[in-house]
Every structure is written in C-alpha cells, then in structure tokens.
C-alpha cells in the first residue's frame, strides 16, 4: 500500500492576508444551491464549527426558481441519521408550498395530491444570510483550490481542514451544435415571472402543459402561482441543443397567458437556463487510479470535496440536483470526521450506489434522445405520468427501484425503425465495468473531444431489437 505524507500545511491555522487571524473549521466555494444547503445544515448540526461560504456573485443562490416535491425529500442516504427531516431544516428557505399539483398532455389530465414546494433565489439568499451572517463572504471569488486551502483571486489564502468546491457547472460553449455532436440532451427554458392585472385562478402548479405544439423537442410549459396575481411561466424544452431563441420564446409566453385569460401587468423577473441530460458516464465516474482507491489515506488526493452538479450530482434524466444537494449536505453533516480526506473517502463510497442509479436515468436519456422522433417524445411523457404515484415520486427523487425500471421502460416509445438502439444500449451493456465504456461526459465540456467519433456512432445501425431494449 501506497503511503502518503500530509500537507506541510495542514495544521496551520488559517491566515488573512490582511493580517487578521481567520480560521475555519470548512470553507465552501460555492454559494449555490449546493453550496447554501450544506453550509445551512452545518450551521444548524455543527453550530460550534467555522463554516466560511465563499460566492463569486453580489447575492448567493444566483436567479433560480427550484421546485421540489416533498417525496424528493424523504429518500434517504446510506448511513445517514438526519436530525431532523429536510422539510422542517429548510423551512426558511421555502419561498411557497402547495398540496398538490397537475400535469396535462394532449389526452390526459392528472392532479396529483404529491406536495409541491417553490425556493427562489431571494428567499434563498436573505434566510442563509439571516442564519450565517458574517460567515459569507460575497463577491469572492475563488481562483485556486486545494484539499486544504483556497486562494482567492485577490490572493487571499484561506485554510480549513475541511474545503468543499460547490462551485457549479461552467459556462458551456453556446456555438450552435447538431444532435450527433454532442454526448448529452439539454433540459432548457426561460420563464418569467408576470404580475397580472387580475387574479389568475390557479389554484395549484402545473408542472407540465405539453398541450402546445410541440417543437425542437419535447416542449411544454409550467406555471407556478406565487400569489393570486403573480405566475411564474415558463417555456421548456427537453432538446438536442442548448440553443434558446429567446425572441421566440419571449413571444411564446405572452401568447400562452393570452390564451389562459391572464393579461400581464409587469414582466417582474426573468430567468433561463440550459442544463445537460447525459447520455452516457460521466468522466469522473470512470474508476480512480489503484493507489487512490486502495490506500486509504486521507492526503493522497490534493483535490476538494466535490458537491456540486459540476461534479455530476444531479438527476441524469430530470437536470434537477436539489434531492442529491440535501442528501449531500446530510450526508455530510452526519460525518463524524469533517476533514476533507475521510468526507471524500465516505462521499465516494456513497457515490457508488448513485452510479448505478444514474445509470438506468442515462439510459432513459438514450432512448428519448436516440430512438424517438422529437415530436413524439412527449407521448413517452403522457404514458410515464400514467404510471403509478409512488413510482412516478420515485423516479423524481431518483430512488428508482428495480421492479419500478422496467415499468418505467415499459413506456413504449415509438422508435424509429432500425434506428439506434444499438447507442442507447451503449452504456447497459458495459454497465459493471465504467472504465469499459468508450465514452464519457466532461460537464466542463459537454461536447467532449471526441464529437467526429460519437457522431460516427450515431449511424443506424441496430443490433439490439427493440423489445429486448425495453426490458
Ligand atoms: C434556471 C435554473 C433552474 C433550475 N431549476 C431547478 C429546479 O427547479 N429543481 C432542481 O432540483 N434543479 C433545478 N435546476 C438544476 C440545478 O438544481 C441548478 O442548476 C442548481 O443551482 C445547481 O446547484 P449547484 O450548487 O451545483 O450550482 P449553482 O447553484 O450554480 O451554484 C454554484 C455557485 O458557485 C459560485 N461560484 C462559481 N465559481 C466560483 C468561484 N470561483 N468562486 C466563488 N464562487 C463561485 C457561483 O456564482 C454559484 O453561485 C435548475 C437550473 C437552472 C439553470
């Protein structure tokens, strides 16, 4: 076994390079959603330790509307034994909360009594503020960062025995790319948030409205009433590109209140975003070097702790990280030892599990992205909210059980004939042996180096017949 020597650095204390003592017992890079939650649930589990959150940006939690189900919360962890259950420890970052909610297709309409909650940015960044006041340190931005410390880009050094990079992902290249380039999907929308001039009479969320023509892939629209006179809408796509035509759209989502009776007082906020659906491993679920994997020492590895979605911790079908972000910051917390080395160590070993699960979500994204016509991707939609409550729950929360997979598949696209099942089998096939697959998604570059090589991939060959496909 590898032995490994600890930084010189590591039991130093932290220093300010203005000369004031600074010690922390964690700093975070990151005071996002993953980033906020975890430094949240420090606060209130570890209330004796210095937790620093450090965020580039003038606010922490960015321009986002994250939506949750109260079941995305109740799945948990290996090993954790939270003290007390996720709804009631981020209460305070709540923005809204419903009882129920609805979804509508061109054939089906389901209200569904599943509990609905809404966080938004502001409500996000004026609770943690309230409840880790002068431990954020806004407009930092963070330029190098370590096991053990982190250097500012006005070169700060900061120390911790415990560092988290919760920095996100990057900017994404915009260029317009075709389908066979790239090795994800894209979930993408743009919403606004209206104030109207008379009451919009939702009673609850509609979380899909697919009755719209459906265009550059699966599209639908989602309304969340914030108020009586305040809706947020948004325009959404599950698509082959992360392009946004933001002209069309602008003009989509008037007309979509036009036609629901709501006449639009003020435009109070808009927000986008684009956010990969991978269709094959992730690079840094490709298995670690020996001396990694089996040395068991805390130092072997210089890099942080890694919570991010940058890092792959979100739903590979849904794009949403906000059910991984609280395992995580539970997880975490429940750690008897906050230093980096033992956390990476727990962390990789609960990632484990997670792998597999992702697994059968990516191979979701195959078959939507691979082998059905983009126009009728939303009939794979319609059939999947046909499914039973609690695996439709599961599903969302990414607690997918094995007799819910085959369910789930069970779906019946309509595929085009001969084409591609051999690529969404891809993955399945090499499932226990990651390091056998030829592909891998760098989030960091989601295009990936070898795009010539996946679109040659792309041709229609198919060696695996449907049916078996399916099950
Ligand atoms: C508009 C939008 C809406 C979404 N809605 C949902 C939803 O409803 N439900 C859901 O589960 N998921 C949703 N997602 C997906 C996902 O949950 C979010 O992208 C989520 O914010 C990811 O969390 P994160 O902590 O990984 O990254 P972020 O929330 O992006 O946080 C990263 C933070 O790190 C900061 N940062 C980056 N680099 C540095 C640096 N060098 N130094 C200091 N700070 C740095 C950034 O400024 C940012 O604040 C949405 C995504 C988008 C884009």
């Known amino acids: 076994m590898k032995s490994a020597k600890r930084p010189a650095d590591y039991k130093s204390s932290t220093v300010n390079a203005d000369g004031a003592g600074m010690n922390a017992d964690v700093i975070i890079v990151g005071g996002g959603l993953a980033g906020g939650l975890t430094a949240l649930r420090l606060a209130q589990t570890h209330p004796e330790k210095k937790t620093l959150l450090l965020e580039r940006g003038a606010t922490l939690g960015g321009n986002h509307t994250w939506g949750f189900f109260e079941s995305d919360l109740t799945a948990k962890p290996v090993q954790s034994e939270s003290r007390a259950t996720p709804e009631l420890w981020m209460q305070s970052l709540i923005s809204n909360s419903w009882n129920s909610h609805e979804v509508r297709f061109p054939k089906t309409t389901r209200v569904t009594e599943t509990r609905y909650h809404g966080i938004r940015s502001a409500t ?60 994800c999907g894209w979930l993408k929308f743009i919403g606004f948030d209206l104030k109207l001039k008379k009451p919009h009479g939702l009673t609850r969320p509609i979380l899909v409205d697919a009755t719209v023509p459906q265009m550059d ?30 002209e069309r759209i602008s003009r989509s989502i008037r007309a979509y209140a036009e036609r629901a009776g709501w006449e639009i007082e003020s435009i109070e906020r808009t927000e986008e975003g684009h956010s990969p659906l991978p269709l094959q491993n992730l690079v840094y679920d490709r298995p670690l070097e020996s001396s990694v994997q089996f040395s068991g020492e805390d130092f072997v590895d210089q890099t942080p702790v890694s919570i991010s979605s ?9 794009s949403r990280s906000l059910p991984d972000a609280v395992r995580i910051a539970e997880f975490i917390c429940d750690l008897p030892q906050l230093r980096t080395g033992p956390v990476r160590t727990e962390l990789r070993d609960y990632r484990k599990q997670w792998i597999e699960q992702q697994r059968f979500y990516r191979l979701m994204n195959r078959l939507m ?28 929360a990414g607690t997918s059980t094995r007799t819910d997979r085959p369910k789930i598949l069970g779906v019946k696209p309509t595929v085009r004939p001969g084409r591609a ?51």
Not at 219 to 246: A, G, K
Request: with cysteine; charged share 20%; aromatic share 10%.
């Open 124 to 183: 996000f960044h004026t609770a943690l503020m309230q409840k880790l006041g002068r431990n954020v340190r806004l407009l930092c931005d963070v330029s190098k960062i370590t096991a053990s410390q982190v250097e500012t880009s006005t070169g700060l050094v900061l120390r911790a025995p415990l560092v988290i990079d919760a920095s996100g992902i990057k900017p994404v290249q915009q260029t317009a790319r075709t389908f066979a380039e790239s090795s």
């Open 217 to 246: 892939g699966f599209r639908y629209f989602v309304c969340l009433p914030w108020d009586e006179h305040r809706v947020l809408i948004e325009e959404t796509f599950q698509s082959s590109s992360p392009e946004l035509n933001r």
């Open 310 to 318: 940058a890092y792959g911790w979100f739903h590979s079908s849904t």
């Open 369 to 396: 992205f691979r082998a059905v016509e983009p126009s009728l991707r939303y009939q794979v939609l319609e059939r999947f909210y046909g499914l039973r409550e609690d695996l439709i729950e599961r599903y969302f």
């Open 421 to 471: 099942t051999k690529n969404w089998m891809q993955e399945t096939a090499t499932s226990g042996a990651p390091e056998r697959t030829t592909e891998a998604l760098d989030l960091a570059n989601p295009y990936g180096a070898n795009s010539t090589a996946r679109a040659n991939d792309s041709t229609e060959s198919a060696s695996v017949s449907t049916k078996s496909a399916s099950v």
